[in-house]
Protein backbone atom coordinates (compact mmCIF):
# COMPACT_ATOMS: atom_id res chain seq x y z
CA UNK A 1 0.00 0.00 0.00
CA UNK A 2 1.36 3.06 -1.45
CA UNK A 3 0.72 6.68 0.04
CA UNK A 4 1.76 9.76 -1.86
CA UNK A 5 1.05 13.20 0.44
CA UNK A 6 1.11 16.44 -2.01
CA UNK A 7 -0.05 19.73 -0.69
CA UNK A 8 -2.58 22.50 -2.16
CA UNK A 9 -4.41 25.64 -2.63
CA UNK A 10 -7.73 24.89 -4.69
CA UNK A 11 -10.31 22.71 -2.51
CA UNK A 12 -12.65 23.39 -5.36
CA UNK A 13 -10.08 22.81 -8.13
CA UNK A 14 -9.33 18.94 -6.70
CA UNK A 15 -12.88 17.82 -5.78
CA UNK A 16 -14.01 18.63 -9.81
CA UNK A 17 -10.62 16.57 -10.69
CA UNK A 18 -11.23 13.31 -8.24
CA UNK A 19 -15.10 13.60 -9.34
CA UNK A 20 -14.47 14.06 -12.65
CA UNK A 21 -13.65 11.31 -15.79
CA UNK A 22 -9.97 11.42 -15.12
CA UNK A 23 -7.49 12.55 -17.59
CA UNK A 24 -8.00 8.96 -19.40
CA UNK A 25 -11.52 8.45 -18.56
CA UNK A 26 -10.02 5.67 -15.74
CA UNK A 27 -12.28 7.73 -13.27
CA UNK A 28 -15.45 5.18 -12.76
CA UNK A 29 -18.06 5.64 -10.23
CA UNK A 30 -16.60 8.50 -7.95
CA UNK A 31 -18.16 8.51 -4.72
CA UNK A 32 -17.51 9.39 -0.78
CA UNK A 33 -16.25 6.49 1.27
CA UNK A 34 -15.93 8.41 4.04
CA UNK A 35 -15.57 11.87 5.56
CA UNK A 36 -14.79 13.49 9.00
CA UNK A 37 -18.48 13.44 10.52
CA UNK A 38 -20.27 10.86 8.08
CA UNK A 39 -22.69 13.13 6.72
CA UNK A 40 -20.77 14.98 4.13
CA UNK A 41 -22.75 15.49 0.56
CA UNK A 42 -21.36 13.45 -2.25
CA UNK A 43 -21.28 14.65 -5.42
CA UNK A 44 -21.24 11.20 -7.03
CA UNK A 45 -24.08 9.60 -5.71
CA UNK A 46 -26.29 12.30 -3.48
CA UNK A 47 -28.86 13.36 -5.99
CA UNK A 48 -31.61 13.04 -3.44
CA UNK A 49 -30.89 16.85 -2.39
CA UNK A 50 -30.42 18.41 -5.67
CA UNK A 51 -29.86 16.38 -9.03
CA UNK A 52 -27.26 18.65 -10.22
CA UNK A 53 -24.14 17.58 -9.14
CA UNK A 54 -22.16 20.28 -9.47
CA UNK A 55 -24.46 22.15 -6.94
CA UNK A 56 -23.48 19.04 -4.50
CA UNK A 57 -20.12 19.71 -5.41
CA UNK A 58 -20.04 23.31 -4.31
CA UNK A 59 -21.98 22.36 -1.21
CA UNK A 60 -19.17 19.89 -0.20
CA UNK A 61 -16.62 22.62 -1.08
CA UNK A 62 -17.84 25.61 1.42
CA UNK A 63 -18.39 22.40 3.84
CA UNK A 64 -14.65 21.41 3.39
CA UNK A 65 -13.12 25.52 3.62
CA UNK A 66 -15.61 26.89 5.94
CA UNK A 67 -12.82 26.64 8.85
CA UNK A 68 -10.24 28.04 6.33
CA UNK A 69 -12.45 30.57 5.98
CA UNK A 70 -12.97 31.79 9.60
CA UNK A 71 -9.55 31.45 10.47
CA UNK A 72 -8.98 34.19 7.01
CA UNK A 73 -5.47 35.60 6.99
CA UNK A 74 -3.85 33.40 9.65
CA UNK A 75 -4.98 30.04 7.57
CA UNK A 76 -2.01 28.33 5.63
CA UNK A 77 -1.69 29.52 2.07
CA UNK A 78 -1.35 25.62 0.75
CA UNK A 79 -4.59 24.77 3.23
CA UNK A 80 -5.14 21.42 1.31
CA UNK A 81 -3.70 18.16 2.11
CA UNK A 82 -3.71 15.56 -0.05
CA UNK A 83 -3.04 11.90 -0.13
CA UNK A 84 -3.48 9.41 -2.61
CA UNK A 85 -3.33 4.99 -1.26
CA UNK A 86 -2.99 2.90 -3.65
CA UNK A 87 -2.78 -0.87 -3.15
CA UNK A 88 -0.56 -3.74 -4.84
CA UNK A 89 -1.79 -4.56 -8.13
CA UNK A 90 -1.98 -8.50 -6.63
CA UNK A 91 -3.71 -7.39 -3.40
CA UNK A 92 -7.37 -8.20 -3.36
CA UNK A 93 -10.15 -5.53 -3.78
CA UNK A 94 -11.04 -3.77 -0.54
CA UNK A 95 -14.55 -2.76 0.42
CA UNK A 96 -15.85 1.15 0.75
CA UNK A 97 -15.91 -0.07 4.75
CA UNK A 98 -12.43 -1.01 4.53
CA UNK A 99 -11.02 1.95 2.71
CA UNK A 100 -13.00 4.09 5.29
CA UNK A 101 -10.88 2.59 7.93
CA UNK A 102 -7.62 3.37 6.05
CA UNK A 103 -8.93 6.82 5.47
CA UNK A 104 -9.56 7.26 9.38
CA UNK A 105 -6.71 5.82 10.62
CA UNK A 106 -4.44 7.63 7.66
CA UNK A 107 -5.52 10.74 9.18
CA UNK A 108 -5.01 10.32 12.36
CA UNK A 109 -1.66 9.30 11.69
CA UNK A 110 -0.81 12.28 10.29
CA UNK A 111 -2.69 14.15 13.24
CA UNK A 112 -4.95 16.00 10.98
CA UNK A 113 -7.90 14.50 12.67
CA UNK A 114 -6.74 12.00 15.73
CA UNK A 115 -9.58 9.78 17.01
CA UNK A 116 -11.73 10.86 19.47
CA UNK A 117 -10.58 15.30 18.73
CA UNK A 118 -13.77 17.06 18.03
CA UNK A 119 -11.80 20.15 16.64
CA UNK A 120 -10.08 17.48 14.09
CA UNK A 121 -9.91 19.04 10.41
CA UNK A 122 -12.63 18.52 8.10
CA UNK A 123 -11.27 15.70 5.51
CA UNK A 124 -12.90 13.32 3.01
CA UNK A 125 -12.10 9.77 1.04
CA UNK A 126 -12.95 9.85 -2.43
CA UNK A 127 -13.17 6.59 -4.40
CA UNK A 128 -13.55 6.50 -8.42
CA UNK A 129 -10.90 2.98 -9.12
CA UNK A 130 -11.01 -0.55 -7.55
CA UNK A 131 -7.19 0.21 -6.20
CA UNK A 132 -7.35 3.25 -4.56
CA UNK A 133 -8.95 6.18 -3.38
CA UNK A 134 -7.72 9.99 -2.84
CA UNK A 135 -7.71 11.70 1.19
CA UNK A 136 -8.73 15.82 0.67
CA UNK A 137 -8.31 17.60 4.01
CA UNK A 138 -8.17 21.01 4.65
CA UNK A 139 -5.36 21.90 7.22
CA UNK A 140 -7.45 24.04 9.72
CA UNK A 141 -8.60 22.72 13.11
CA UNK A 142 -11.97 23.86 14.07
CA UNK A 143 -10.92 25.40 17.12
CA UNK A 144 -9.05 27.36 13.87
CA UNK A 145 -5.50 26.24 14.91
CA UNK A 146 -3.00 24.78 12.84
CA UNK A 147 -2.68 20.92 13.05
CA UNK A 148 0.80 19.92 13.82
CA UNK A 149 1.94 17.80 10.78
CA UNK A 150 5.62 17.23 11.04
CA UNK A 151 7.05 13.97 9.36
CA UNK A 152 3.56 13.37 7.95
CA UNK A 153 4.75 11.54 5.31
CA UNK A 154 7.00 9.58 6.97
CA UNK A 155 3.81 8.68 9.62
CA UNK A 156 1.56 8.00 6.64
CA UNK A 157 4.14 5.22 5.38
CA UNK A 158 4.83 3.96 8.60
CA UNK A 159 0.34 3.50 9.24
CA UNK A 160 0.10 2.03 5.75
CA UNK A 161 3.09 -0.64 6.76
CA UNK A 162 0.78 -1.66 9.64
CA UNK A 163 -2.50 -1.54 7.89
CA UNK A 164 -1.21 -4.24 5.40
CA UNK A 165 -0.25 -6.13 8.50
CA UNK A 166 -3.65 -5.81 9.56
CA UNK A 167 -5.87 -5.90 6.56
CA UNK A 168 -3.53 -9.00 4.71
CA UNK A 169 -1.64 -6.84 2.58
CA UNK A 170 1.25 -7.07 0.56
CA UNK A 171 3.69 -6.29 2.84
CA UNK A 172 6.18 -3.30 1.49
CA UNK A 173 9.40 -2.64 2.61
CA UNK A 174 9.58 0.55 5.10
CA UNK A 175 11.68 3.36 3.44
CA UNK A 176 14.33 5.02 5.20
CA UNK A 177 14.34 8.22 2.94
CA UNK A 178 17.59 7.68 1.08
CA UNK A 179 15.90 6.42 -2.08
CA UNK A 180 16.24 8.10 -5.39
CA UNK A 181 13.36 10.70 -6.53
CA UNK A 182 11.17 8.35 -8.24
CA UNK A 183 9.39 10.57 -11.43
CA UNK A 184 5.90 12.02 -11.17
CA UNK A 185 3.02 10.83 -13.05
CA UNK A 186 3.49 14.04 -15.09
CA UNK A 187 7.06 12.81 -15.96
CA UNK A 188 5.58 9.18 -16.74
CA UNK A 189 2.26 10.31 -18.99
CA UNK A 190 4.92 12.85 -21.02
CA UNK A 191 7.11 9.97 -21.41
CA UNK A 192 4.72 7.65 -22.80
CA UNK A 193 3.23 9.98 -25.21
CA UNK A 194 6.61 10.94 -26.77
CA UNK A 195 7.43 7.09 -27.22
CA UNK A 196 9.92 6.80 -24.74
CA UNK A 197 10.19 3.52 -22.55
CA UNK A 198 10.89 5.54 -19.28
CA UNK A 199 10.63 9.11 -18.13
CA UNK A 200 13.52 11.17 -18.63
CA UNK A 201 14.71 11.58 -15.02
CA UNK A 202 15.46 7.48 -14.67
CA UNK A 203 17.18 8.10 -17.99
CA UNK A 204 19.41 10.45 -17.39
CA UNK A 205 19.85 8.87 -13.57
CA UNK A 206 21.76 6.02 -15.22
CA UNK A 207 23.99 8.26 -17.40
CA UNK A 208 25.03 10.28 -14.98
CA UNK A 209 26.19 6.89 -12.78
CA UNK A 210 27.74 5.44 -15.64
CA UNK A 211 29.24 8.32 -16.84
CA UNK A 212 31.28 9.18 -13.38
CA UNK A 213 32.12 4.96 -12.86
CA UNK A 214 35.72 5.40 -12.29
CA UNK A 215 36.22 9.07 -13.77
CA UNK A 216 39.71 10.50 -12.04
CA UNK A 217 38.90 13.93 -11.62
CA UNK A 218 35.50 16.56 -12.15
CA UNK A 219 36.23 17.45 -15.59
CA UNK A 220 36.62 14.17 -16.77
CA UNK A 221 32.96 13.54 -15.61
CA UNK A 222 31.80 16.78 -17.33
CA UNK A 223 33.32 15.67 -20.43
CA UNK A 224 31.86 11.92 -20.11
CA UNK A 225 28.56 13.63 -19.92
CA UNK A 226 28.91 15.72 -22.58
CA UNK A 227 30.43 12.64 -24.87
CA UNK A 228 27.15 10.66 -23.80
CA UNK A 229 25.10 12.65 -25.68
CA UNK A 230 23.53 14.59 -22.43
CA UNK A 231 23.19 18.35 -22.09
CA UNK A 232 25.28 19.99 -19.70
CA UNK A 233 25.64 23.12 -18.04
CA UNK A 234 27.18 23.92 -14.82
CA UNK A 235 26.48 26.90 -11.74
CA UNK A 236 28.93 28.77 -10.50
CA UNK A 237 29.50 30.78 -7.62
CA UNK A 238 30.65 34.59 -8.19
CA UNK A 239 34.20 33.36 -7.90
CA UNK A 240 33.38 31.35 -11.21
CA UNK A 241 33.99 28.08 -9.21
CA UNK A 242 31.14 25.60 -10.16
CA UNK A 243 28.75 24.62 -7.22
CA UNK A 244 26.38 22.33 -9.05
CA UNK A 245 25.04 21.23 -12.23
CA UNK A 246 22.04 20.01 -14.55
CA UNK A 247 21.60 17.98 -17.37
CA UNK A 248 19.06 17.32 -19.57
CA UNK A 249 18.47 14.67 -22.30
CA UNK A 250 18.51 15.92 -26.24
CA UNK A 251 14.72 16.27 -27.46
CA UNK A 252 13.47 16.58 -23.89
CA UNK A 253 11.74 20.35 -23.67
CA UNK A 254 9.12 21.71 -22.00
CA UNK A 255 5.91 23.27 -23.70
CA UNK A 256 7.86 26.86 -24.20
CA UNK A 257 10.73 24.86 -26.34
CA UNK A 258 13.31 24.80 -23.56
CA UNK A 259 15.13 21.59 -22.29
CA UNK A 260 13.49 20.17 -19.30
CA UNK A 261 16.77 20.29 -16.58
CA UNK A 262 17.21 17.92 -13.64
CA UNK A 263 20.16 18.90 -10.71
CA UNK A 264 22.30 15.79 -10.14
CA UNK A 265 20.76 15.95 -6.55
CA UNK A 266 17.55 15.51 -7.84
CA UNK A 267 18.12 12.75 -9.76
CA UNK A 268 19.87 10.96 -6.42
CA UNK A 269 21.07 12.30 -3.16
CA UNK A 270 24.81 10.66 -4.11
CA UNK A 271 24.81 12.60 -7.55
CA UNK A 272 25.07 15.86 -6.00
CA UNK A 273 28.31 17.51 -7.59
CA UNK A 274 29.35 18.03 -3.18
CA UNK A 275 29.14 14.40 -3.17
CA UNK A 276 30.59 13.51 -6.63
CA UNK A 277 33.63 15.89 -5.41
CA UNK A 278 33.77 13.92 -1.58
CA UNK A 279 34.45 10.26 -3.59
CA UNK A 280 36.70 12.20 -6.36
CA UNK A 281 38.77 13.06 -3.45
CA UNK A 282 38.54 9.90 -1.11
CA UNK A 283 39.21 7.54 -3.38
CA UNK A 284 40.85 8.99 -6.26
CA UNK A 285 41.39 6.14 -8.92
CA UNK A 286 44.36 4.94 -10.83
CA UNK A 287 45.16 3.10 -14.13
CA UNK A 288 44.94 -0.84 -13.90
CA UNK A 289 48.87 -2.36 -14.94
CA UNK A 290 49.73 -5.33 -16.00
CA UNK A 291 51.27 -5.99 -12.31
CA UNK A 292 47.50 -5.99 -10.96
CA UNK A 293 46.51 -8.93 -13.13
CA UNK A 294 49.35 -10.88 -12.21
CA UNK A 295 52.11 -9.87 -15.01
CA UNK A 296 50.45 -11.15 -18.19
CA UNK A 297 50.32 -9.22 -20.77
CA UNK A 298 49.45 -11.48 -23.19
CA UNK A 299 45.58 -10.86 -22.66
CA UNK A 300 43.53 -8.22 -24.15
CA UNK A 301 43.43 -4.93 -21.75
CA UNK A 302 39.41 -6.03 -21.66
CA UNK A 303 40.59 -9.34 -20.21
CA UNK A 304 43.01 -7.96 -18.06
CA UNK A 305 40.83 -5.33 -16.50
CA UNK A 306 38.46 -7.99 -15.68
CA UNK A 307 40.76 -10.43 -14.18
CA UNK A 308 41.99 -7.61 -11.72
CA UNK A 309 38.68 -6.31 -11.22
CA UNK A 310 37.37 -10.09 -9.73
CA UNK A 311 40.11 -9.96 -7.28
CA UNK A 312 39.24 -6.81 -6.16
CA UNK A 313 35.62 -7.51 -6.09
CA UNK A 314 36.25 -10.99 -3.77
CA UNK A 315 38.38 -8.37 -1.14
CA UNK A 316 35.44 -6.53 -0.98
CA UNK A 317 32.87 -9.71 -0.59
CA UNK A 318 35.75 -10.13 2.64
CA UNK A 319 35.21 -6.47 3.74
CA UNK A 320 31.41 -6.36 4.07
CA UNK A 321 31.45 -9.00 6.53
CA UNK A 322 33.49 -6.97 8.88
CA UNK A 323 32.35 -4.70 12.20
CA UNK A 324 33.40 -1.75 10.41
CA UNK A 325 29.94 0.00 8.90
CA UNK A 326 32.01 2.80 7.84
CA UNK A 327 34.32 0.58 5.47
CA UNK A 328 31.40 -1.61 4.47
CA UNK A 329 29.20 1.59 3.63
CA UNK A 330 32.24 2.78 1.52
CA UNK A 331 32.42 -0.53 -0.15
CA UNK A 332 28.99 -1.09 -1.36
CA UNK A 333 29.42 2.54 -2.68
CA UNK A 334 32.90 1.21 -4.81
CA UNK A 335 31.02 -1.83 -5.61
CA UNK A 336 27.77 0.24 -7.48
CA UNK A 337 30.82 1.86 -9.49
CA UNK A 338 31.76 -1.10 -10.77
CA UNK A 339 28.72 -2.54 -11.84
CA UNK A 340 28.23 0.53 -13.64
CA UNK A 341 31.76 0.04 -15.34
CA UNK A 342 30.67 -3.79 -16.36
CA UNK A 343 27.34 -2.85 -17.39
CA UNK A 344 28.21 -0.01 -19.90
CA UNK A 345 31.31 -2.50 -21.52
CA UNK A 346 29.88 -5.77 -21.18
CA UNK A 347 28.97 -8.15 -24.03
CA UNK A 348 25.59 -7.68 -25.84
CA UNK A 349 24.38 -10.84 -24.55
CA UNK A 350 24.72 -10.07 -21.00
CA UNK A 351 24.22 -6.12 -21.46
CA UNK A 352 20.42 -6.24 -20.38
CA UNK A 353 21.14 -8.52 -17.67
CA UNK A 354 23.91 -6.44 -16.22
CA UNK A 355 22.35 -2.84 -16.60
CA UNK A 356 19.50 -4.14 -14.70
CA UNK A 357 21.58 -5.45 -11.43
CA UNK A 358 23.42 -1.84 -12.22
CA UNK A 359 19.93 -0.41 -12.05
CA UNK A 360 18.83 -2.42 -8.87
CA UNK A 361 22.26 -2.70 -6.84
CA UNK A 362 21.77 1.37 -7.08
CA UNK A 363 19.34 1.52 -4.09
CA UNK A 364 21.74 -0.83 -2.16
CA UNK A 365 24.54 1.70 -2.26
CA UNK A 366 22.78 4.35 0.00
CA UNK A 367 21.61 4.27 3.68
CA UNK A 368 21.87 6.17 6.61
CA UNK A 369 25.05 4.52 7.68
CA UNK A 370 27.86 7.14 6.53
CA UNK A 371 31.12 5.95 4.52
CA UNK A 372 33.52 7.60 6.40
CA UNK A 373 37.51 7.28 6.07
CA UNK A 374 37.59 4.21 3.72
CA UNK A 375 39.48 3.72 1.26
CA UNK A 376 38.13 2.60 -2.13
CA UNK A 377 40.97 3.63 -4.07
CA UNK A 378 41.00 -0.01 -5.64
CA UNK A 379 36.87 -0.29 -6.84
CA UNK A 380 37.72 3.20 -8.37
CA UNK A 381 40.82 2.02 -9.89
CA UNK A 382 38.64 -1.39 -11.13
CA UNK A 383 36.15 0.40 -12.86
CA UNK A 384 38.01 3.02 -14.35
CA UNK A 385 40.37 0.20 -16.05
CA UNK A 386 37.08 -2.00 -17.03
CA UNK A 387 35.60 2.01 -18.88
CA UNK A 388 39.17 2.88 -20.29
CA UNK A 389 40.05 -0.06 -22.17
CA UNK A 390 36.51 -0.46 -23.32
CA UNK A 391 33.98 -3.50 -24.06
CA UNK A 392 34.58 -7.22 -24.47
CA UNK A 393 33.25 -8.92 -27.22
CA UNK A 394 31.40 -12.04 -25.47
CA UNK A 395 33.99 -14.34 -26.82
CA UNK A 396 37.39 -16.39 -26.68
CA UNK A 397 39.28 -14.92 -23.15
CA UNK A 398 37.26 -11.58 -23.14
CA UNK A 399 33.73 -13.49 -22.91
CA UNK A 400 35.19 -15.72 -19.76
CA UNK A 401 36.41 -12.98 -17.92
CA UNK A 402 33.16 -11.38 -18.04
CA UNK A 403 31.71 -14.53 -16.50
CA UNK A 404 34.81 -15.02 -13.99
CA UNK A 405 33.40 -11.63 -12.90
CA UNK A 406 30.02 -11.77 -12.91
CA UNK A 407 30.62 -14.96 -10.77
CA UNK A 408 32.18 -13.16 -8.22
CA UNK A 409 29.96 -10.40 -8.46
CA UNK A 410 26.92 -12.74 -7.34
CA UNK A 411 28.40 -13.46 -4.22
CA UNK A 412 29.66 -9.75 -3.61
CA UNK A 413 25.71 -8.57 -3.73
CA UNK A 414 24.64 -11.38 -1.53
CA UNK A 415 27.36 -10.53 1.42
CA UNK A 416 25.54 -7.08 0.63
CA UNK A 417 22.08 -8.42 1.24
CA UNK A 418 23.13 -9.77 4.33
CA UNK A 419 24.75 -6.71 5.35
CA UNK A 420 21.99 -5.04 5.13
CA UNK A 421 19.66 -7.23 6.30
CA UNK A 422 21.49 -7.15 9.73
CA UNK A 423 20.87 -3.50 10.02
CA UNK A 424 17.51 -3.55 9.20
CA UNK A 425 17.85 -1.92 5.81
CA UNK A 426 14.46 -3.51 3.97
CA UNK A 427 14.80 -1.93 0.84
CA UNK A 428 18.60 -2.11 0.52
CA UNK A 429 18.77 -5.60 1.16
CA UNK A 430 15.69 -6.50 -1.14
CA UNK A 431 17.35 -4.45 -3.54
CA UNK A 432 21.19 -6.42 -3.07
CA UNK A 433 18.98 -9.70 -3.93
CA UNK A 434 17.26 -8.53 -7.11
CA UNK A 435 20.83 -7.73 -8.49
CA UNK A 436 22.18 -11.37 -6.99
CA UNK A 437 19.18 -12.42 -9.54
CA UNK A 438 20.11 -10.13 -12.67
CA UNK A 439 23.62 -11.47 -12.69
CA UNK A 440 23.19 -14.75 -11.68
CA UNK A 441 21.06 -14.83 -15.23
CA UNK A 442 24.02 -12.87 -16.86
CA UNK A 443 26.16 -15.21 -15.44
CA UNK A 444 24.78 -18.44 -16.91
CA UNK A 445 24.74 -16.43 -20.40
CA UNK A 446 28.75 -15.52 -20.28
CA UNK A 447 29.66 -18.75 -19.15
CA UNK A 448 27.67 -21.52 -21.01
CA UNK A 449 30.46 -21.93 -24.24
CA UNK A 450 33.59 -21.68 -21.44
CA UNK A 451 32.08 -24.05 -18.92
CA UNK A 452 30.66 -26.02 -21.83
CA UNK A 453 34.48 -26.40 -22.91
CA UNK A 454 35.54 -27.34 -19.84
CA UNK A 455 33.24 -30.11 -19.29
CA UNK A 456 33.92 -31.62 -22.41
CA UNK A 457 37.78 -31.25 -21.37
CA UNK A 458 37.08 -33.16 -18.23
CA UNK A 459 35.16 -35.82 -19.65
CA UNK A 460 38.08 -36.73 -22.36
CA UNK A 461 40.96 -36.66 -19.42
CA UNK A 462 42.32 -40.08 -18.66
CA UNK A 463 40.30 -42.21 -16.06
CA UNK A 464 43.70 -42.36 -14.15
CA UNK A 465 43.87 -38.60 -14.07
CA UNK A 466 40.24 -37.96 -13.33
CA UNK A 467 40.12 -39.99 -10.60
CA UNK A 468 43.19 -38.22 -8.66
CA UNK A 469 41.46 -35.51 -9.13
CA UNK A 470 38.43 -36.86 -7.95
CA UNK A 471 39.79 -38.11 -4.83
CA UNK A 472 41.54 -34.45 -4.28
CA UNK A 473 37.81 -32.82 -4.46
CA UNK A 474 36.56 -35.56 -1.78
CA UNK A 475 39.36 -34.91 0.44
CA UNK A 476 39.40 -30.91 0.22
CA UNK A 477 35.93 -30.08 0.22
CA UNK A 478 33.25 -30.54 2.36
CA UNK A 479 31.08 -33.37 2.21
CA UNK A 480 27.72 -31.27 1.26
CA UNK A 481 29.87 -30.13 -1.33
CA UNK A 482 30.69 -33.06 -2.95
CA UNK A 483 28.40 -35.65 -3.89
CA UNK A 484 29.49 -39.26 -4.97
CA UNK A 485 26.53 -40.11 -6.79
CA UNK A 486 26.67 -36.53 -8.95
CA UNK A 487 30.46 -36.68 -8.90
CA UNK A 488 30.84 -37.36 -12.57
CA UNK A 489 28.15 -34.64 -13.99
CA UNK A 490 28.82 -32.03 -11.64
CA UNK A 491 32.57 -31.84 -11.62
CA UNK A 492 33.90 -32.27 -15.01
CA UNK A 493 34.60 -28.30 -15.28
CA UNK A 494 36.54 -28.03 -12.07
CA UNK A 495 38.31 -31.63 -12.62
CA UNK A 496 39.42 -30.02 -15.35
CA UNK A 497 40.83 -27.18 -14.43
CA UNK A 498 43.04 -28.98 -11.46
CA UNK A 499 44.23 -30.88 -14.41
CA UNK A 500 45.34 -27.75 -16.12
CA UNK A 501 46.90 -26.36 -13.27
CA UNK A 502 48.58 -29.53 -12.31
CA UNK A 503 50.00 -28.95 -16.07
CA UNK A 504 51.04 -25.58 -15.39
CA UNK A 505 53.12 -26.55 -12.37
CA UNK A 506 50.71 -25.53 -9.31
CA UNK A 507 50.20 -28.36 -6.71
CA UNK A 508 46.29 -29.43 -7.38
CA UNK A 509 45.24 -29.93 -3.67
CA UNK A 510 47.27 -26.82 -2.13
CA UNK A 511 45.97 -24.55 -4.68
CA UNK A 512 42.02 -26.15 -4.26
CA UNK A 513 42.52 -25.29 -0.17
CA UNK A 514 43.44 -21.39 -1.37
CA UNK A 515 40.83 -21.48 -2.95
CA UNK A 516 37.86 -22.49 -0.39
CA UNK A 517 39.63 -20.14 2.12
CA UNK A 518 39.55 -17.32 0.31
CA UNK A 519 35.78 -17.07 1.41
CA UNK A 520 32.63 -19.43 2.26
CA UNK A 521 30.65 -21.07 -0.35
CA UNK A 522 27.17 -21.39 1.72
CA UNK A 523 25.42 -18.48 -0.54
CA UNK A 524 27.11 -19.76 -4.17
CA UNK A 525 24.03 -21.50 -6.31
CA UNK A 526 27.07 -23.69 -7.13
CA UNK A 527 29.98 -24.51 -5.76
CA UNK A 528 31.89 -25.87 -8.48
CA UNK A 529 31.25 -22.96 -10.52
CA UNK A 530 32.33 -20.35 -8.45
CA UNK A 531 35.67 -22.84 -7.58
CA UNK A 532 36.70 -23.11 -11.16
CA UNK A 533 37.16 -19.08 -12.03
CA UNK A 534 38.44 -18.69 -8.47
CA UNK A 535 40.94 -21.62 -9.63
CA UNK A 536 41.87 -20.42 -13.02
CA UNK A 537 42.20 -16.76 -11.71
CA UNK A 538 44.72 -17.43 -9.19
CA UNK A 539 46.47 -19.92 -11.05
CA UNK A 540 46.56 -17.47 -13.86
CA UNK A 541 44.80 -20.14 -16.36
CA UNK A 542 42.90 -18.81 -19.39
CA UNK A 543 39.27 -18.05 -19.16
CA UNK A 544 38.42 -19.80 -22.19
CA UNK A 545 39.99 -22.87 -22.17
CA UNK A 546 39.20 -23.42 -25.73
CA UNK A 547 41.15 -20.50 -27.39
CA UNK A 548 44.57 -19.30 -27.13
CA UNK A 549 44.81 -15.93 -25.08
CA UNK A 550 45.14 -13.33 -28.13
CA UNK A 551 47.22 -10.67 -28.47
CA UNK A 552 45.79 -7.01 -28.01
CA UNK A 553 45.70 -4.83 -31.11
CA UNK A 554 46.84 -1.01 -30.74
CA UNK A 555 44.37 1.67 -31.43
CA UNK A 556 41.14 -1.06 -32.35
CA UNK A 557 37.81 1.25 -32.08
CA UNK A 558 35.68 0.05 -29.28
CA UNK A 559 31.86 0.01 -28.91
CA UNK A 560 29.40 2.91 -28.01
CA UNK A 561 29.32 2.95 -24.33
CA UNK A 562 26.09 1.57 -22.72
CA UNK A 563 25.34 5.03 -21.38
CA UNK A 564 24.78 6.11 -24.71
CA UNK A 565 22.99 3.44 -26.16
CA UNK A 566 21.16 3.43 -22.76
CA UNK A 567 19.79 7.28 -24.24
CA UNK A 568 18.92 6.51 -27.57
CA UNK A 569 17.13 3.36 -26.52
CA UNK A 570 14.67 6.04 -24.34
CA UNK A 571 14.82 8.68 -26.76
CA UNK A 572 11.47 8.92 -28.78
CA UNK A 573 11.05 7.47 -32.11
CA UNK A 574 10.83 11.19 -33.97
CA UNK A 575 13.94 13.34 -31.94
CA UNK A 576 17.42 12.54 -33.90
CA UNK A 577 19.87 10.11 -32.18
CA UNK A 578 22.87 12.45 -30.51
CA UNK A 579 26.06 11.74 -31.75
CA UNK A 580 28.10 9.61 -29.41
CA UNK A 581 32.51 10.45 -30.15
CA UNK A 582 34.72 7.73 -30.00
CA UNK A 583 36.38 8.22 -26.84
CA UNK A 584 37.46 4.83 -25.90
CA UNK A 585 40.43 3.32 -27.18
CA UNK A 586 42.51 0.22 -26.24
CA UNK A 587 45.81 1.34 -25.69
CA UNK A 588 48.83 0.40 -27.35
CA UNK A 589 50.37 -2.95 -26.78
CA UNK A 590 53.27 -3.26 -24.12
Known sequence: ????????????????????????????????VGSWDGFAPDPGRDTSSDPDPKVTLARLTAALDLRVKQAGDSAPTQHVWHCSVRTDPGDRTLSDAEWNTVARRLVHAVNL???????????????????????????????????????????????????????????????????????????????????????????????????????????????????AGLRVKTRTAPSGDAIGYNVALPGDRNRHGEPVWYPGSKLAPDLSLPKIRLRLTDGAAERITPSATGGRTD??????????????????????????????????VGVGEL??????????????????????????????????????????????GIVQVGGALGRGEDGGTTAMLVSTLVLVTLAAARWHSARGHAQQAHASRQAAEHLRTAYHQAAATPMRVLHDQGRALPESQRRSHEATLRAVLPEQDVRAGGMATRTDALVATLAQAEQAGHNPEALLRQAIDMRELDTAEDVNDVLVWRLRRIAQLPAHPGEAPPRPQAGTRQAKTSTSRTIERNAPAAAPRPAVPDHDRRPPRR
Open 339 to 384: LDAVAQTSPAATRAELAAAARAFERATRSHVRAELADTRALRSAAR
Open 113 to 227: APEGDPDGCRWVAVRHADDHIHILATMVRGDLRRPRMNYDFKKAQAECRRIEKDMGLRRLKPGDGTGAKTPTSAERFKAERTGRLEAPRETLREAVRQAFAGAATEEEFFIRLRE
Open 299 to 332: WSPPACARRSATGIAEHSAVLLDRDDDGEAAAQL
Open 1 to 32: MVPKVRRGSRTHGLLVYLYGPGKRDEHVDPHL
